[in-house]
């Protein structure tokens, strides 16, 4: 079945870079979308394919992709950037379109 | 802004149904954003259920969830439903419903199954 995997735990020194990833099949043919989801919250659109930040995310928020590979990266890492962070796409492979999450990724900012 | 509001918590025994609610604001219901639902056990990450279309009634079910799950609208109140069908203990967990390619969410429902 489709699926996306995503890095094990990271931690991240205040003001410091990190690069999360996620890969699968799935990625060549549609890029992904990532997400944050702060301890007790609901998850939060933070990245759209081809580098496109929705409305509010700040700037040091960047994305790529390549082949089955899509990379967010977080330029300069502050306190509320810590969660656990979400990598989706779409799967047109069954009867109907569908999304796919990775696992998510636990970025702890030190 | 674009708002989801979603029903409040629930508490169902195995083998009951629950229906939640996702009210839509700050956007017309029926343009082309389709309704996603999906859920998040404790400790656990994100699980896609489906998605609906506001506008056709169109749906579209995880495999997982295929039987069990009806996703509908009530167009006059801008609002989207999710039904869930005999419930067991492993389907407590946190629903959210989320708009398009999911922006923004709504706060989420916790549904829990117990005897």
């Known amino acids: 079945s489709s699926q996306l995997t995503q890095d094990p735990p990271v931690s991240v020194a205040l003001g410091q870079t990190v690069t999360l990833t996620c890969q699968g099949a799935i990625l060549r043919y549609f890029s992904a979308n990532w997400y944050l989801q702060r301890p007790g919250q609901a998850p939060v659109h933070v990245m759209s394919p081809k580098n496109n930040r929705p409305s509010g995310i700040p700037d040091r928020f960047s994305g790529s992709d390549s082949g089955t590979t899509a990379t967010l990266t977080i330029t300069g890492a502050r306190a509320d950037d810590e969660g656990d962070y979400y990598c989706?796409?779409?799967?047109?492979?069954?009867?109907?379109?569908?999304?796919?999450f990775g696992g998510g990724t636990k970025v702890t900012v030190l | 802004q674009v708002q989801l509001v979603q029903s409040e918590a629930e508490v169902k025994e195995p083998g009951a149904s629950v229906r939640v609610s996702c009210k839509a604001s700050g956007y017309t219901f029926t343009d082309n954003y389709d309704i996603n639902w999906v859920r998040q056990a404790t400790g656990h990450g994100l699980e896609w259920m489906g998605w609906m279309n506001p506008n056709t009634g169109n749906t579209g079910y995880a495999d997982k969830f295929e039987d069990r799950v009806t996703m509908t609208r009530d167009i006059s109140i801008s609002t989207a439903y999710m039904e869930l069908r005999n419930l067991q203990s492993e389907d407590t967990a946190v629903y959210y419903c989320?708009?398009?390619?999911?922006?923004?969410w709504g706060q989420g429902t916790l549904v829990t199954v117990s005897s």
């Open positions: 989706n796409s779409r799967d047109s492979s069954g009867r109907h379109p569908r999304w796919v």
């Open positions: 989320a708009r398009g390619r999911f922006d923004p």
